[in-house]
């Protein structure tokens, strides 16, 4: 079975625009889960997508959002870039509510 | 709300020489706790889980952790250390009957000394 994709893997982009990152959980799942990493807060959790539907949020301000397609593929976006989030953002994917998450290699933002 | 306190941002072991890195938890109702690694400019891989039953978990590479409820502690500790184990390791709690969202410790960087 293919592991969890995430593209692109590197981004750079400039402060106040917006990006979209996507994530292809594992066949046959359909929970997804994204983290923000940076090296002050380190894995801190964003919000999680079951059956197209977010079951849980973070405390992240509302410029970061998400979704997730019936396919169980999940996109999140950050709209207006501040420096702050330049990060690694990692998705992660399960078979169901209370299993086992499954990481990919995640995507590296840079906002300059 | 759940937490996790790991007891060292780096640890340093001689090759062949045993492993310990702490972690300390809490939580309001019985949790699940897991150990991740984190290989440079990867994702996190998962090494091992305690969800019920044995408190002694045996993970992947030769590592283990026991979870002490009284303790309040899901230590993880391999025998003989790996050069290839120089990672950064993350413990971290769910609550699983409440939510999924996963609480990760700061990390601990494990290097391992010729």
């Known amino acids: 079975k293919a592991g969890v994709t995430q593209t692109p893997r590197y981004l750079i982009k400039t402060r106040g625009q917006q990006v979209t990152l996507s994530c292809s959980p594992i066949?046959?799942?359909?929970?997804v889960s994204w983290y923000q990493q940076t090296p002050g807060q380190g894995l801190q959790f964003l919000f999680e997508?079951?059956?197209?539907?977010?079951?849980n949020k973070g405390n992240f301000p509302g410029r970061f959002s998400g979704r997730q397609f019936s396919n169980s593929r999940s996109e999140m976006n950050v709209s207006t870039l501040e420096l702050g989030d330049s990060a690694l953002y990692l998705c992660?994917?399960?078979?169901?509510?209370?299993?086992?998450?499954?990481f990919g290699p995640g995507t590296r933002l840079l906002v300059l | 709300a759940q937490s996790v306190t790991q007891l060292g941002s780096h640890v340093s072991v001689s090759e062949g020489a045993l492993v310990l890195l702490r972690c300390n938890y809490s939580?309001?109702?019985?949790?699940?706790l897991f150990w991740y690694v984190q290989y440079p400019n990867q994702g996190l891989q998962l090494l091992l889980k305690?969800?019920?039953?044995?408190?002694l978990v045996k993970g992947i590479n030769g590592f283990e952790a026991e979870f002490k409820k009284s303790e309040t502690s899901f230590h993880l500790t391999k025998p003989s250390a790996h050069m290839s184990d120089a990672a950064e390791y993350f413990c971290?709690?769910?609550?699983?009957?409440?939510?999924?969202?996963?609480?990760f410790g700061k990390g601990t960087r494990l290097h391992i000394l010729p």
């Open positions: 997508y079951f059956s197209e539907t977010q079951r």
């Open positions: 939580s309001s109702v019985p949790p699940y």
């Open positions: 992660a994917s399960s078979a169901g509510l209370q299993e086992t998450q499954y």
């Open positions: 305690y969800t019920t039953g044995a408190t």
């Open positions: 971290a709690v769910s609550e699983p009957r409440r939510d999924d969202k996963i609480i």
């Open positions: 066949s046959g799942h359909r929970s």
